[in-house]
């Protein structure tokens, strides 16, 4: 990461696209709406602790274990939005 800014604005960018996917699941998919209700409140915990971790920090260290978490939980948000359609 580049510096602060960036990965607070990657982390905003992140949790907006899975709200905006599952806003889209639940027009299209009217049954399934709790699910995605589910997943966008998991997104919206997880921004405000990472941007809480993010004011906390003071060294690379520990902004490089946030990007690294940030990174995982990304990944486990896509395993997530392909679920609901199954």
């Known amino acids: 990461m580049a510096n602060k800014r960036i990965l607070k604005r990657n982390i905003n960018e992140m949790v907006f696209d899975v709200v905006e996917e599952c806003f889209f699941f639940e027009m299209t998919v009217p049954g399934k709406a709790d699910r995605s209700a589910k997943l966008i409140d998991e997104a919206a915990d997880f921004q405000d602790q990472m941007l809480s971790k993010m004011n906390q920090a003071k ?3 520990e ?3 946030i990007a690294n978490e ?3 939980k990304a990944n486990y948000f896509v395993d997530a939005l392909n679920a609901l359609n199954k």
């Open 59 to 61: 060294g690379k260290a």
């Open 63 to 65: 902004f490089r274990a």
């Open 70 to 72: 940030v990174e995982a």
